[in-house]
């Protein structure tokens, strides 16, 4: 596998064996000529939606305070030490969504999301850990890391926002525009803008177990039947009115242990699960839509592409959009999973699509979750 830039000279598979969930790799230079994809104001202008999650830290007279978005308002630009957070940006800007792409060497159920920090000088969060691997790249400015594998990673208690209680940093590097740090889970860290400055955090995902289990029971909550109910004809008096019968015990035995899980209910629920979007997520359904003709004629022109909210999955016969689950016959699985890796299909691949398929994709276009390849609609929402 050749070298990426990206990563130093190392290929992704050397990434992935020697740093991926294990130890941090700095990166000089990962993207040449590196220039911030969105201007301040624009960032601004996402943390003020509703739709976007995000987050303005203070440090004004050595108090830290934490205020979660929508943020009509932020502090001067002037003011030294304050950061603003905001989460999801590939969901709502194409260049953003494009750079996160250029992690797709790792999969997408891994994949989160594109969060954008901008501070003024002394601006930080604190020193942290994080739950989950990332890679922090400079895009604006620049910012002194410093990071450490102590194992205390105890907070303190009297604070808005999740601060180590002793820091003892180990390394410390200045990151300019186009360098990028990459650190595992629970690897603490502090960053602090040296000047005004912007980071773009490429953060991954991955399932707790509890939640993951939480989920399932739901899911199968809604996949069970169980027909009949209790009957006991033979019922005789008793002396203890309070006490559950052996009868009843055995018979609730009997019908609880006939709740297993087969392998396609798991695989489903995975797959739904792991494409579901984040809540604050919506799609916006086409204005106005080509009629489905149109739509078939635009499609044998141009082909498609997922919008940049979608998140198609695939797994054995089953592929999986937006948290719903399809099981298509084998011609339509080979395109739909060529559409899952390549986020866009050829006018060619698509010609041998059944007619239930380009049902769907119509369906999918007038949700908002595929559009044409060539339209404009997917620029900026
Ligand atoms: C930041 O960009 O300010 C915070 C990112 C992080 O520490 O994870
Ligand atoms: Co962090």
Known sequence: MKNIHLLGGLTADQFLQRHWQKKPLLIRNAIPDMRALLAREDL?????????????????????????????????????????LVQGVNLHDDQADQLLHQFRFIPDCRLDDLMISYATAGGGVGA?????DVFLLQAHGQ???RISAQQDLRLREDLPLKILRHFEPEQEFILNPGDMLYL????????????ECMTYSIGFRAPAWQELGEAFLAFMADAIELTGRYADPALRTTR???????????????????LGSTAADREIFLGEYLSEPKPSVSFDPQVKPLGARQFAKAVARSGIRLHRKTRMLHRGKYVFMNGESYSPGTQDRRILRRLADNRALDA???SQASSDLSESLY???????????????????
Not at 128 to 132: A, I, K, L, M
């Open 363 to 381: 369906r999918w276009y007038l949700d908002g979750w595929v559009d044409l390849q060539t339209t404009k609609a997917l620029q900026k929402t």
């Open 240 to 258: 203890h009115p309070g006490a559950i019968s052996d009868h009843m015990m055995d018979a609730v035995n009997r019908t609880l242990l006939k």
């Open 184 to 195: 595992p889970p629970q690897y603490a860290h502090e960053g602090v803008a040296v000047n």
């Open 128 to 132: 942290h850990v994080d739950s989950y």
């Open 44 to 84: 601004f202008s996402l943390a003020a939606r509703e739709d976007v999650e995000s987050r303005l830290i203070t440090n004004f007279r050595q108090q830290w305070k934490m205020q979660q978005g929508p943020l009509s308002t932020l502090p001067s630009t002037a003011q030294k030490n304050w950061t603003l």
């Open 348 to 350: 060619t691949h698509l």
């Open 143 to 145: 910012r002194r890391w």
